[in-house]
């Protein structure tokens, strides 16, 4: 399907006589081609962003949002963009939107270094230059192939939830289906990624696809946990769960990187800002969790439960993340399971809004195991303060600081809050 898809890129850049680039709605590179000249390849124009794209197969935020500035994620015809240093933008382009049922799916991108400025785009009643509508019938092809596969990929993906999320009677059906679909990929070994959150409105009316990467067999969005089908609403963010082939049994390096990956998406960045952006306990940006290895299907529920916990501890304690794998996360294997319960009553009241910075001097407190010193170093304050913080920490929860027992739900407690 990839070379496909370069036949098709190659064909619009001969036809034109520029270079041209295909990039998914996500900004994701698909293929690019060069203008070949009199039979000799010509020499590409050097424009950073265009080489960025090549190398790292994916275009900056930054980028997507000024070109998306022009209209393009609506454009029904091409777009004449001009060049902005700026921005990195050191070449103008048209942009060719890749159609299919009038839907956007991509975008063809040309570079102009001022041989296509007499190019005619057509509009008010003035037709299109017939190379151009000839680019447009092949980016329609284009458009074709991948709604197919965004179809392909979506029932590979309702197959895929149904295993994990759906009831125990019909997994043994989504199971044998996904096998058969899959093939050998099916024995593995595999992992699961989970990525949380993940933004599924796009501002438009058409579901955006899920992202398409090496390895991962299948992917699709989950509601978060309690949410119900409503939160996986496109209006607001779900859990989006990969099934990624490894190597082998013990290597993770491939669901690690397809985590990092998708943590590069824009609907995992969403309007949270980035990934791996959150401060201590403040539940910002989002992250990714990978679970321990399986083979084949049957033990998949199990793995995308530490997945998703692997993604939720990255998310409470920064230094785990921004991929986080469950078998590195320690104690938050436990109170993943913990934090579904609600908060023990005697420590309730210090989690309240007003409480904030006592429920950190706590934390900070207990994770420098009593050491009083080093806790009023880490946190930057006198130790006469800290004293009369932990007095008032006592008084809201009626816990005993020197007691072993207290300091344990005490520690507890808190972390469990901040993965809540």
């Not at 969005?221 to 309690?226: C, D, K, Q």
């Not at 303060?385 to 072993?404: A, K, M, P």
Request: hydrophobic letters at 40%; one cysteine or more; proline letters at 8%.
């Amino acid at each position: 399907m990839r070379g496909d898809y370069q036949q098709l890129v190659d064909e619009i850049s001969a036809t034109l006589g520029a270079p041209a680039t295909l990039e998914d709605r996500d900004f994701v590179l698909i293929a690019f081609g060069a203008h070949d000249s009199e039979g000799e390849v010509g020499e590409l124009p050097l424009d950073p962003v265009r080489t960025r794209s090549i190398l790292q197969r994916r275009s900056t935020a930054a980028v997507r949002a000024w070109f998306e500035g022009f209209g393009i994620a609506r454009a029904q015809a091409p777009l004449r963009i001009p060049p902005d240093p700026a921005a990195g933008v050191f070449m103008g382009r048209i942009c060719l939107p890749v159609l299919h049922r009038g839907v956007v799916r991509g975008y063809v991108w040309l570079l102009d270094d001022g041989h296509l400025s007499d190019l005619e785009l057509g509009g008010l009643g003035t037709p299109p230059d017939a190379r151009l509508a000839q680019a447009m019938e092949t980016a329609a092809r284009i458009g074709a192939l991948l709604a197919s596969e965004e179809r392909a990929d979506a029932e590979l993906g309702e197959l895929l939830r149904e295993l994990l999320t759906g009831p125990a009677g019909s997994r043994g059906t989504a199971r044998a289906r996904l096998r058969e679909a899959l093939r050998g990929a099916a024995e593995g070994p595999l992992a699961v990624v989970a990525v949380a959150p993940w933004h599924t409105a796009d501002g438009s009316d058409d579901p955006a696809p899920l992202p398409r990467l090496p390895g991962v067999a299948a992917v699709c969005t989950v509601p978060p946990p309690g949410g119900g089908e409503e939160s996986e609403a496109r209006s607001g963010p779900a859990d989006l769960a990969a099934l990624v082939r490894l190597r082998t049994a013990t290597a993770l390096d491939p669901a690690r990187i397809a985590g990092e990956q998708l943590l590069r998406s824009p609907r995992a960045t969403g309007p949270a800002g980035g990934p791996g952006t959150a401060a201590r306990g403040s539940g910002v940006g989002a992250a990714a969790g990978v679970s321990d290895p399986r083979r084949g299907l049957e033990e998949l529920p199990a793995a995308w439960r530490e997945a998703r916990g692997a993604a939720r501890a990255a998310r409470a304690e920064p230094r785990l993340g921004p991929v986080a794998s469950w078998s590195e996360v320690g104690p938050y294997r436990l109170l993943t399971e913990l934090s579904a319960t609600a908060a023990d009553p005697a420590v309730r009241p210090l989690l309240e809004r007003s409480h904030t910075e006592l429920a950190r001097t706590a934390e900070v407190f207990l994770d420098c195991a009593g050491q009083a010193g080093r806790t009023a170093q880490q946190l930057g304050i006198h130790r006469q303060t800290l004293y009369y913080r932990l007095s008032r920490v006592e008084q809201l929860t009626g816990l005993d600081l020197d007691s072993g027992e207290d300091r344990l739900l005490l520690h507890i407690a808190l972390k469990s809050a901040r993965l809540r």
